[in-house]
């Protein structure tokens, strides 16, 4: 069994990563470099990290399945790019049964391969996609967002639009209100309805 590395695993998170009663288990590692990011100890390994198998986190995850089924919750997978660690959810949803409710966070910023492996085993999809714009995005993140787009439209065909969250935040210096308006057009057209709109805080 394959080991992941983990920068934190929080229990308890009640309507903050998804439904209902939530544990939050971020891996490491990340294809962005977002400028504000909150997590930067994700970039490289750390000796912080903790390896886990997913029968591990699945023994450390168990204690709250009554909490799980009674609000719709589970575990939540972010990161760092949970996307980056299919395997690991994949193998962690044999683990855990079809019950629990698996959502991921994630960028979208990788291979097509890795949302089609996901598809048939995540319940929700929470989708950071910062904006739509190419350039705002180059320059938040560092990368280009040809795959984010791409993989938008995947998951728009393979999936309910109630099972995505989009994420659209005003980044101070980056974007605005007028910028994110263009980009919930956009989605709107890919077919996603259900947005989370929300302004970053950049303390000085
Ligand atoms: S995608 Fe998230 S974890 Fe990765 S650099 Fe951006 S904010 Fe940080």
């Not at 069994?1 to 309507?15: C, E, G, L, S």
């Not at 919750?73 to 855990?96: H, K, Q, Y």
């Not at 629990?100 to 966070?105: A, R």
Request: proline residues 6%; contains cysteine.
């Amino acid at each position: 069994m394959q080991t992941a590395p983990f920068i934190a695993v929080a229990r308890h998170r009640i309507n903050l990563d998804g439904e209902g009663v939530v544990t939050l288990a971020c891996f490491g590692g990340c294809p962005l470099r977002c400028k504000y990011c909150i997590n930067p100890q994700c970039f490289e390994p750390h000796d912080s990290w903790k390896s886990l198998t997913a029968e591990q986190l699945y023994e450390q995850t168990k204690p709250d399945e009554l909490y799980f089924l009674a609000t719709r919750g589970g575990v939540t997978f972010g990161g760092g790019e949970p996307l980056l660690r299919t395997a690991f959810i994949r193998e962690f949803r044999a683990l855990c049964g079809d019950l629990w409710t698996l959502s991921v966070e994630t960028s979208l910023n990788v291979p097509e391969q890795a949302v089609k492996d996901l598809l048939p085993v995540i319940n929700h999809w929470i989708v950071d996609v910062k904006d739509m714009n190419p350039d705002i995005y180059a320059s938040y993140t560092g990368k280009e967002n040809t795959h984010v787009i791409q993989n938008l439209k995947l998951l728009a065909e393979n999936t309910q639009p109630q099972h995505v969250t989009i994420r659209l935040p005003i980044i101070p210096n980056f974007n605005t209100e007028t910028d994110r308006q263009k980009s919930i057009g956009q989605l709107r057209q890919i077919g996603f309805d259900k947005f989370d709109l929300f302004d970053y805080t950049i303390k000085k």
